[in-house]
């Protein structure tokens, strides 16, 4: 692959295992709460880095730091503010508009006609794999270290896989078959050929299952910036849920909501995406000076002016009449000219001297909403049980309790919910068409020109990864 490539064929065999941590010792300063280790020695080779726990941590670190600090104004990252962006274009949430002038890459998503030098879908392929090969490395330096602790190399070996599987659980929803890289040998990784997707959901329930089983139960830091185990179990609980695994899925969403850690009620709308959210489960830092998130930085606008990501006619009117998410998590614009733009809000602060907020990646609402489908599709006495769950999230938006009478009318109603509850929130809406086959039943007809390209479920593998590996297959339709 090329960025893998691109990135260490030229590189001693001393720093082939870990690279760009050089980047923490920078860093570091601006996030002082969150990473509590030294700083990685200048000189990265394999038995400095995992000479002992510290600095073994510290490779860790580097890629949560990266994940936040991605510039927004170039190519971005699927972890921060780009899955969100971009997937709310794709499944009909936001329109582009900035400055009153389209951009055709931008375009691109919300007529679902991707070409595949598309940079914003070459950002998603390179970062995931940019971060897979480094949770490779990490797992090979310390599987070698004989300075690391056990217990060290136990939490380092966790959050090294469920990064891993957080990263592959979307390339997988994004792409469909991809490259299953799982060493970093890059040598070896240059031409690999497409893995079928079934294969890589295995890995991913895999490693997930094994970053559970590895990680404390309590968040290594103060607050809760590293992953724990409830952190992998809540993405082991969405991956059971795109897989049908309906038992198993409500499992792994009941022990989080069970386990009283996240709050015995959801907190009120407007403390959702603050950093001290009770139903956080886990979140990410801003690491760059005078900036709470990337969604506060680009999605807010003031006064009278055009939002450059705005909210679709399509999306204001899913909202049934009182729902305190409109009003909470919604901005209006109100020029002289008509229409009212509309933003998302669920993120306020953007640039602030003062940190209120951080990015959610993972909250208990999802688990109540995991929980209600996967009874839902087991049926019978379960569906009661599955109407209560929904209910506890509509009442926390001021909305009166549902009363689906079947199955499906249940389906329909978690369909509608997740609608307006994950709105321009990691692509939950798009990757949610997609995993019911929905997409194009519901997004065709809302598209410019009704346009679909046929396999616009999926976005195209980059053309230049293409032009680089010939064993990489372009996607049907592309």
């Given amino acids: 692959m090329k960025y893998i490539t ?15 941590v050089g980047l923490l010792a920078a860093i570091l300063p601006a996030c002082k709460k969150f990473v509590t280790v030294a700083n990685p020695p200048d000189v990265l080779t394999t038995d400095k880095v995992f000479a002992n726990d510290n600095s073994a941590t510290s490779a860790v670190l ?17 972890v921060c503010f780009t899955m969100s962006a971009f997937g709310g274009l794709s499944a009909n949430e936001l329109q582009w508009t900035q400055n009153n002038t389209t951009t055709p890459s931008y375009l691109e998503f919300t007529s679902h006609s991707i070409t595949p030098p598309n940079t914003y879908v070459q950002a998603f392929w390179q970062d995931g794999y940019k971060y897979i090969y480094r949770t490779n490395a990490i797992l090979d330096g310390i599987s070698k270290s004989t300075g690391m602790t056990a217990s060290g190399k136990k939490l380092v070996e966790g959050e090294a896989k469920f990064i891993r599987g957080f990263c592959y659980f979307y390339l997988v929803n994004l792409f469909g078959d991809v490259p299953l890289v799982l060493s970093p040998d890059y040598i070896a990784n240059m031409n690999m050929a497409r893995t079928p997707a079934s294969q890589v959901w295995d890995q991913v329930q895999q490693d997930l299952k094994d970053a559970k089983q590895l990680l404390p139960v309590n968040y290594p830091t103060a ?11 809540a993405l082991l609980a969405r991956t059971y849920l795109y897989l049908g695994k309906w038992p198993e899925a409500e499992a792994e969403s009941d022990a989080i909501i069970s386990s009283g850690v996240y709050g015995a009620t959801l907190p009120a709308l407007n403390q959702v995406f603050l950093k001290q959210s009770t139903e956080t489960i886990w979140q990410l830092q801003p690491v760059r000076a005078n900036t709470n998130t990337n969604e506060g930085v680009s999605f807010l606008v003031t006064g009278a002016t055009q939002p450059s990501y705005q909210i679709t006619q399509n999306l204001l009117s899913a909202f049934e009449p009182n729902d305190l998410r409109k009003t909470t998590w919604i901005g209006f614009s109100s020029p002289v000219a008509n229409p009212t733009w509309a933003f998302p809000t669920k993120y306020k602060a953007g640039t602030a001297a003062t940190v209120t907020e951080y990015y959610i990646v993972f909250r208990l609402t999802e688990q109540y909403l995991i929980r209600s489908e996967a009874r839902a599709h087991q049926g019978g006495s379960k569906l009661a049980t599955g109407i209560s769950d929904l209910n506890i999230v509509r009442n926390r938006a001021g909305l009166p309790a549902a009363s689906p009478t079947d199955q499906n009318a249940l389906l329909s109603a978690l369909e509608h919910e997740r609608q307006v509850e994950f709105f321009t929130e990691w692509g939950h809406r798009w990757l949610d068409l997609k995993r019911t086959n929905r997409a194009q039943t519901v997004l065709q007809p809302l598209s410019a020109n009704n346009t679909w390209n046929p396999g616009a479920e999926l976005y195209p593998i980059p053309g230049a990864e293409i032009g680089n590996n010939p064993l990489l297959l372009q996607n049907p339709g592309y």
Avoid at 6 to 20: T, V
């Fill in 6 to 20: 691109k990135i260490l064929l030229h590189r001693s065999a001393k720093i082939r295992y870990i690279f760009m």
């Fill in 62 to 78: 580097s890629i949560y730091i990266d994940m936040m600090n991605d510039q927004f104004g170039s190519n971005g990252s699927f």
């Fill in 223 to 233: 607050e809760r910036l590293r992953p724990n185990s409830a952190t992998a179990g």
